[in-house]
T-cell receptor, first 115, second 113 residues
Framework: DVKVTQSSRYLVKRTGEKVFLECVQDMDHENMFWYRQDPGLGLRLIYFSYDVKMKEKGDIPEGYSVSREKKERFSLILESASTNQTSMYLC??????????????FGSGTQLSVL | AQSVTQPDIHITVSEGASLELRCNYSYGATPYLFWYVQSPGQGLQLLLKYFSGDTLVQGIKGFEAEFKRSQSSFNLRKPSVHWSDAAEYFCAVGPSGYSTLTFGKGTMLLVSP
């Protein structure tokens, strides 16, 4: 079965720490995405990537960066974690088909708490 | 800019009753429309999608949705709800080509015995 794997289900970090969230997909997908999910706000796109070493800002990129050194791996980096970055983080991938993003495959999410 | 509105934050339905979840979108051209479901502790899973053609689309788990251009709506329906349908449902819209989806804020479905 196809899979998007996020390295941690729960993560607790302190304010000011540098945080890495890892995502790996095994479907050879070109496109990868990072969303954050907050109650009452739905999903908001942080960053996405259409190819290795390529990245694009989403709707809320401030305070985040990303890295895509290999096709299967997309990392989200919080340079200096703050309490307002406490959230559920979802990684997704998709294939470039007739309609890009025809179907997004999601990981199970990482619940990050910043204390 | 594209946007999606899901007017209902929570909906409670009795098991066996019918279900309709509302979704309204704003987009300048023909949109690509999606419904995703998120079960507790899980990522999102695609239920169904509309690109073109027949405006009534069938999805997995017995769900269907109807695209109504005149009302800018893409409502999700199921004739008989099961307890396992309790989850959060997200409507999403996107244009074609290299672009990203915009998600609604979600509707939480509760199923009562």
């Amino acid at each position: 079965d196809v899979k998007v794997t996020q390295s941690s289900r729960y993560l607790v970090k302190r304010t000011g720490e540098k945080v890495f969230l890892e995502c790996v997909q095994d479907m050879d997908h070109e496109n990868m995405f990072w969303y954050r999910q907050d109650p009452g706000l739905g999903l908001r796109l942080i960053y996405f990537s259409y190819d290795v070493k390529m990245k694009e800002k989403g709707d809320i990129p401030e305070g985040y960066s990303v890295s895509r050194e290999k096709k299967e791996r997309f990392s989200l980096i919080l340079e200096s974690a703050s309490t307002n970055q406490t959230s559920m983080y979802l990684c997704a991938s998709s294939s470039t088909g007739i309609v890009t993003n025809e179907k997004l495959f999601f990981g199970s999410g990482t619940q990050l708490s910043v204390l | 800019a594209q946007s999606v509105t899901q007017p209902d934050i929570h909906i409670t339905v009795s098991e066996g009753a019918s279900l309709e979840l509302r979704c309204n979108y704003s987009y300048g051209a023909t949109p690509y429309l999606f419904w995703y479901v998120q079960s507790p502790g899980q990522g999102l899973q695609l239920l169904l999608k509309y690109f073109s053609g027949d405006t009534l689309v069938q999805g997995i788990k017995g769900f269907e949705a109807e695209f109504k251009r005149s009302q800018s709506s893409f409502n999700l329906r199921k004739p008989s709800v099961h307890w396992s349908d309790a989850a959060e449902y997200f409507c999403a819209v996107g244009p074609s080509g290299y672009s990203t989806l915009t998600f609604g804020k979600g509707t939480m479905l509760l199923v009562s015995p």
